[in-house]
């Protein structure tokens, strides 16, 4: 991301929800693309290369496991490190710094998650699908901005903020469930390892060390310790995010003093017959800059493409492919797994945020935005929020092992997620006028 002095503040937010708009079109085409292959000559190919085992390291020390799980366990650890970063810069920094702001969303978000999981247990109690009772309860942030931005200046920034902040209060419940409640059998022994290096990423937090590479190189160690323990490992991904440091450089006044020396070199270059004294004053530049920068920052920002561009669509193209015969969609809306996540995702969102917004408004807990369509703009976001694309299908994984059960939920999460999107875009296109993306 490039930022300039002439910036808003909001600057940041704005090029966030531009590429999370982008992503969401990858996604989308990702998930379509894996359906047409499923259903296709290629489904075969398709879902054996998936299952084909790759294996990483020595014959006695190695990782074996099918490309679906690398994707899922591997590619999706930096998609966790990242939701780890941005949870952290929220906390720190953004919507959800102080109490008062941090209310709404956080409000929003937790009514979000609770009754679409009631609902879903509505359907389920008592049923072997009760496992999955998580699945309804995420957002996928990259579809709900995506379907924003298409509506343009109807859609104030003050809304694009708080469906973001939402959105992660969002991804963060979601790490909680999944640490707490899809955890298989523990090892001692490799959870002690990962408790080592948690130990080593603490101290050189607290120590302010600030090179990303031995952030990462311990990290990685740590993911193989948390993947041999038991405890999901994806889970290490937002470990790791939360301890990298998002303090600036202590020694502020020393790097400015030597960046308005690079400013000054570059200036007398132009007139200098010294033909290295540009390139030496652009590294000394550079090098000020670099090392202003905190580490979060930094690497948040290199992160950010990769996995909005890359490892969000092949996640998606590997999770999101399912036969869908008219004998094979029949049976799945016959599931009340299917009808539980549908519903979840659907109505319970609405619901969620919804009731639990406006009880808190009305008792006084929090103070809604100044605008005469706020209600309007809450419920068109709350449906939005019912697009729960990407971390629904992660959670289906990990809630079930038989294909038949992943099949009826992915039926539910395309349906529950499709008529959420549509009905926020067209709610809220319908009800307010272009012009307001700057109140």
């Known amino acids: 991301m490039t930022t300039n002095s002439a910036q808003s503040p909001l600057s940041p937010i704005k090029e966030f929800i531009k590429t999370e708009s982008f992503s969401g079109i990858l996604l989308m085409v990702a998930a379509v693309l894996a359906l047409i292959v499923a259903n296709s000559p290629l ?39 990242l939701i780890g970063l941005e949870i952290k810069r929220e906390l720190k920094y953004g919507e959800l710094s102080t109490f008062q702001s941090a209310l709404l969303p956080v409000i929003a978000a937790f009514g979000g998650a609770v009754v679409p999981g009631l609902i879903f247990f509505g359907f389920n109690m008592g049923t072997e ?22 509506l343009g200046s109807r859609i104030p920034i003050w809304a694009k903020v708080f469906l973001t902040a939402v959105a992660v209060v969002d991804d963060l419940i979601a790490v909680l469930v999944i640490a707490i409640f899809y955890t298989s ?55 790791l995010g939360f301890l990298i440091p998002a303090t600036p450089h202590k020694n502020k006044e020393q790097l400015l003093i030597k960046l308005q020396n690079g400013v000054n070199m570059l200036r007398d270059s132009f007139t200098s017959s010294d033909k290295e004294a540009k390139e030496t004053a652009m590294h000394m530049i550079e090098g000020s800059v670099e090392k202003m920068e905190s580490p979060l920052h930094k690497l948040e920002h290199k992160l950010h493409p990769m996995v909005a ?33 549908l519903f979840g995702l659907f109505a319970g969102k609405q619901i969620g945020i919804m009731l639990s917004v406006f009880v808190s408004h009305k008792l006084g807990v929090i103070k809604l935005p100044d605008s005469e369509r706020v209600w309007t703009i809450f419920y068109g976001i709350a449906c939005l929020t019912g697009i729960g694309f990407t971390m629904s299908l992660f959670i289906s994984g990990l809630a079930f092992s038989d294909a038949q059960s992943i099949e009826y939920s992915k039926v539910g999460i395309f349906v529950g997620s ?19 993306e700057e109140n």
């Open 185 to 239: 059998k523990i090892s001692v022994t490799a959870l002690g390892v990962a408790g080592v290096t948690l130990v080593i990423l603490l101290v050189m937090n607290f120590s302010n060390v600030r090179s990303l590479f031995l952030y990462l190189f311990v990290g990685l160690v740590l993911w193989v310790a948390v993947l041999k323990s038991g405890v999901h490992a994806t889970i290490a991904g937002v470990v």
């Open 309 to 341: 561009y890359f490892i969000m669509p092949v996640f998606a193209f590997a999770n999101a492919g399912v036969a869908l015969s008219a004998e094979q969609f029949s049976a799945a809306f016959s599931s009340t797994l299917t009808l539980g996540i």
């Open 129 to 150: 699908y009760v496992d999955g009772w998580a699945i309804a309860i995420a957002t996928d942030i990259a579809f709900a901005i995506g379907v924003l931005a298409l």
């Open 418 to 436: 499709l008529f959420s999107g549509l009905l926020g875009y067209f709610f809220l296109r319908s009800r307010l006028k272009p012009g307001l």
């Open 43 to 81: 489904a075969e190919f398709y879902f054996q290369s998936l299952q084909t085992k790759l294996t990483v390291g020595l014959t006695d020390a190695n990782i074996s496991k099918p490309i679906i799980l690398w994707i899922n366990d591997g590619l999706m650890a930096i998609f966790f490190l």
